[in-house]
């Protein structure tokens, strides 16, 4: 596709219910990234693949947060026994090579609410 | 620690005004420099960056920013703003030796008065 394509755009699960969320990044970028924006903030960095590695993990909020790139090309970030605090647009957002300054191109989010 | 700070909340300019948006990081080096627009219901759109060299750079949409070391700024600037340009306002720094991930700051609402 033209772009970095995020589903389902809106997610409802109630408290406790597992949900998936889906990235399918440009074809042919190396990077991909993870993101949480809660309601008036920033994005915040949640994961960092490397094509099927992950390499960087460290702002994944609990282990509830897992996050797989299994073939270097689609990626899902799975949250399980949602909370209400997991509240948030998760961003997706892809890099064509791995210099820290090449442009991120970002999805339109999953605006998860937790009820 | 490594931090980005935006100040301004919320500002609001009128059309056809000139606008500056403050950017500033907390780093001993300097990092990577980005601004992106988030417009609702749209994802990040990045408006330009800055890693070396010249520090005015130039993005699209007549944005323009400047990198200034000793105040470890990097200001957006518009000389004369249009209603479209309302929307969210992102500073977003890459530090080096930190991985390839942004940070953010907290963004800037820009509203645009006719």
């Known amino acids: 596709g033209a772009g970095v394509s995020q589903s389902p755009r809106y997610k409802v699960a109630k408290r406790g219910q597992d949900v998936a969320l889906r990235c399918d990044p440009i074809s042919g970028h190396v990077s991909l990234f993870w993101y949480q924006q809660a309601l008036g903030q920033g994005p915040e960095f949640l994961t960092y693949f490397q094509n099927e590695a992950q390499l960087d993990k460290s702002g994944l909020p609990s282990d509830r947060f897992f996050a797989e790139r299994p073939e270097g090309s689609v990626s899902t970030l799975k949250i399980q026994r949602t909370q209400q605090e997991d509240s948030a647009v998760y961003l997706c957002?892809?890099?064509?090579?791995?210099?820290?300054?090449?442009?991120?191109?970002f999805g339109q989010g999953t605006r998860l609410t937790v009820v | 620690a490594q931090s980005v700070t935006q100040p301004d909340i919320h500002i609001t300019v009128s059309e056809g005004a000139s606008l500056e948006l403050r950017c500033n990081y907390s780093?001993?080096?300097?990092?990577?420099l980005f601004w992106y627009v988030q417009s609702p219901g749209q994802g990040l759109q990045l408006l330009l960056k800055y890693f070396s060299g010249d520090t005015l750079v130039q993005g699209i949409k007549g944005f323009e920013a400047e990198f200034k070391r000793s105040q470890s700024s990097f200001n957006l600037r518009k000389p004369s703003v249009h209603w479209s340009d309302a929307a969210e306002y992102f500073c977003a720094v890459v530090f080096t030796g930190g991985g390839n991930k942004l940070t953010f700051g907290t963004g800037t609402q820009l509203k645009v008065e006719l």
């Open positions: 780093y001993g080096a300097t990092p990577y």
């Open positions: 957002a892809s890099t064509y090579e791995r210099h820290p300054n090449t442009e991120a191109f």
